[in-house]
């Protein structure tokens, strides 16, 4: 957050001046009371008095501190907060009460009336005695308290506000910071919630990885890289390993349906069958061989010789023998 963000969030200070002009610069300066004169010399003199008075001077309403009735302030111009700012005027820096500063924030109150002290052979004023919040000041061509530019930051703050954003009071809560906390104190804060964050982990995380109390981030991180890495070469090698297993339990699958063909358990037409079930159950595989009744010559593998001309083979004489059917019969009527 920059510095004109914090700004923004000013809910009214952003909108009320802290300056203000009192008495403006002029010669023979019209009023319905008569005229008066604010040069350099009367300057020098209004800024001389104001030092050496120790109290600071009130801005009230409506000059009702000159009157007997009950008189809150406004604000306070406190010492050495009187500015001489030559053909601009005497100015002031005000430290603004909170229901003043709603006041001219929501445009209720635009100018200030000063009362002061002329000196009667030149009409020069000599001393500044208040300053009042008005909307009839008895100078004409003040400058208003709001000008084009503060009306221009209200809206924008106004439109802000009705957009949801944070006014000052929030961002300080939501900063950590006591309601009084300054721009300044404010730009602190902010500037410290850039800096980078320390990663602290705690023992346990840094007992698991094996690193000692205050190990720092990198140590951390690479720890963790590292043992990534090993997990990725065990899952490598758990491929490897089980894809190993796959061939060496087909390798064995292979052997013992070999086996079981020599031993004439099973027929050459039975062979891709019994591969494909001793690679999905070897152990339910070796049962069934061993269960299993001969149907061929064993210690052959059927195939492997050839019967002479006219001969039958090994497997039609091992069925002609369980049906019962003599060699001459099968051969009368064998077509």
Request: charged content about 25%; hydrophobic content about 40%.
């Amino acid at each position: 957050m920059d510095t004109w963000m914090v700004l923004l969030c000013k809910e009214l200070s952003g909108t009320v001046p802290e300056e203000i002009q009192v008495i403006p610069y002029g010669i023979d300066i019209e009023t319905p009371k008569g005229k008066f004169t604010c040069d350099e010399t009367s300057q020098q003199a209004v800024l001389a008095a104001f030092d050496a008075q120790k109290n600071d001077m009130v801005i009230d309403y409506e000059h009702q501190t000159l009157r007997d009735v009950e008189a809150p302030a406004a604000g306070w111009i406190k010492k050495a907060k009187l500015i001489n700012k030559g053909k601009e005027g005497i100015w002031a820096v005000v430290d603004w009460t909170e229901k003043a500063r709603q006041y001219i924030a929501n445009k209720e109150y635009r100018y200030v009336s000063p009362v002061f002290i002329t000196r009667i052979s030149d009409n020069r004023v000599v001393r500044l005695i208040n300053v009042a919040l008005t909307n009839q000041p008895n100078i004409d061509g003040m400058v208003p308290l709001i000008n084009k530019y503060m009306e221009n930051q209200l809206e924008l703050n106004n439109q802000h506000k009705e957009d949801g954003n944070m006014t000052w009071k929030e961002l300080l809560k939501l900063l950590g910071l006591a309601e009084g906390a300054t721009e300044a104190d404010a730009i602190m804060a902010v500037n410290k919630l850039k800096e980078p964050v320390k990663i602290v982990a705690n023992k346990g995380v840094l007992d698991a990885l094996g690193l000692a109390e205050g190990a720092t981030e990198s140590e951390i991180t690479g720890t963790i890289m590292a043992m990534k890495q090993s997990h990725g070469q065990v899952g490598t090698l758990a491929q490897e390993l089980a894809q190993l297993k796959a061939h060496l339990g087909k390798k064995d699958a292979g052997d013992l349906v070999t086996m079981a063909m020599k031993e004439g358990k099973i027929t050459p037409a039975q062979k891709e069958w019994a591969e494909a079930y001793a690679e999905r159950d070897i152990e339910g595989f070796k049962v069934f061989v061993s269960k299993a009744p001969v149907v061929v010559v064993m210690g052959k593998v059927i195939g492997e010789e050839k019967p002479a001309e006219g001969a039958l083979d090994a497997t039609q004489l091992e069925i002609n023998k369980q049906m019962g059917i003599d060699t001459e019969t099968f051969k009368k009527f064998d077509k």
